[in-house]
């Protein structure tokens, strides 16, 4: 195997040029945390790598109405955040639960993180309930892609390969919403089984006036589960809500992963055990 | 083909020719000499090759050298001062916070970044930061032992260093 070319482009447009350029032979470098190991055991060999971790316009997180996340900032400047830490607390809770520590929060992006499509990863279940909105830009011009339309499959995005994506926009939450990921694990630093993010809006008067669930490491596409959410919109969350949400979870999905950690049922039924937690936990916020 | 690089390691200038498929941890120990930076599963799963880039605990095995130009680079070996151990090998010694000694300089270069951060942490923090250092012979009560120590001997004013 030969060496790649290396291309180290200082700004958007220059990287968007070159992945233009090499249009499909052009693979995007960030953090490195998935494609490095990848390149290591011989499972990966770019022809052109494409390092924009240079592209410091990538990496900032700034606040509007809501909060746009630069492709470039990492799991750790996600959990240094004051905004996140104080508004987006799913976010939080799904870097602390990560496997790999410290070293892969701070080299690892969240672009990186969201463009692998690891049924395994946290952060796009999470999406998915804060209604995010995906930013791609190509030669051609910018694309906005809502969340629940970026993932196609296991390690497959709509992204074209002479796209990168740029941000990752988070529409502010309504008042009273408390949110919350929780997560099936067997180790520290083992794969998801069975994740669960929840965004719960709460009444005046205690009852849920919007709930929104997701499910990550279930499927091979993280996804919104909503007949969960009709079980608690206009209801109080007790034991027997919770109970009808795990039912409803495990009972909705219909294509399980099943592979060596973990049987399909097993991750079905789990599902529906993490969403009760993720949604007690969310409505304690 | 190779990618001429500048880093600065342990606060040396080095210049170096990198193939750009290999990763930092190989660049160290193959092309510096650096061999306590150790290279054990290269999925980034064990936390043996962790080092400091540019102040922040990394994985050297999930980064590029290429990537890795114009930074400042800390190995183990820059840890150990003119003569003394520093206070976390210093308490990694007294705790048994090693058995085989494999895990320990990735552990120790993990911890930095957690004291550098936060001096006085709990056991829980200390558990949290080092959950991506993977120790086979078991013996992390008595590295998170170490690590308690050491933030605790750090927060003495050190004696040796008294004007008497």
Known sequence: MTAPVYHAPRS????????????????????????????????????????????????????????????LATHADLVRHGTIRSHLPLLVDAVRQMGGGLQVRNRGTIGGSLCAANPAYDL?????????????AGAAG????????????????????????????????????????VKLK???????????????????????REARLAVSGVSAVPRRISAAEAVLAGHRVTSETLAAVSAQ???????????????????REMAGVMAARAVAEAAAR | ?????????????????????????????????????????????????????????VK?????????????????????????????QQAFWDRFGFQCGFCTPGMIMTALELLAEQPVPDHAAVREALSGNLCRCTGYQSIVDAVLAAAEAMQRPPERRSPR
């Open chain 1, 12 to 71: 958007l447009a220059e990287a968007l040029a070159v992945l233009q350029e090499f249009r499909g032979a052009g693979t995007v470098l960030a953090g490195g945390q998935d494609i490095v190991p990848l390149m290591n055991q011989g499972r990966l060999a770019p022809t052109h790598l494409v390092d924009i971790a240079r592209l410091e316009e990538l990496r900032n997180i700034t606040e509007d109405a809501g909060l746009t996340i630069g492709a």
């Open chain 1, 249 to 267: 979870i495990a009972g909705t999905i219909t294509d399980p992963i099943e592979d060596v950690m973990a049987p399909a049922d097993y991750r």
């Open chain 2, 1 to 57: 083909m190779t990618e001429r690089i500048r880093l600065t390691v342990n606060g040396l200038l080095r210049d170096l020719d990198v193939d750009p498929r290999r990763a930092l941890v190989h660049v160290l120990r193959d092309q510096l000499g650096l061999t306590g930076t150790h290279t054990g599963c290269l999925t980034g799963h064990c936390g043996a090759c962790t080092v400091r880039l540019d102040g922040r605990a």
């Open chain 2, 60 to 88: 050297s095995c999930t980064v590029l050298a290429v990537s890795a130009d114009g930074a400042r680079v800390e190995t183990i070996e820059g840890v150990l001062g003119d003569s003394a151990l520093h206070p976390l």
């Open chain 1, 186 to 208: 067997f180790m520290e630093g083992g794969y998801t089984i069975a994740g669960a993010a929840c965004v719960l809006v709460a009444s005046a008067n205690g009852t849920c």
């Open chain 1, 124 to 136: 796009p279940a999470c999406l998915l309930v804060l209604d995010a909105v995906l930013v791609l």
């Open chain 1, 142 to 181: 910018v694309r906005r892609v809502s969340s629940s339309a970026f993932f196609l499959g296991a390690g497959r995005t709509v992204r074209r390969d002479d796209e990168l994506l740029t941000a990752i926009e988070i529409p502010a939450l309504p008042t009273g919403a408390g949110s919350a990921y």
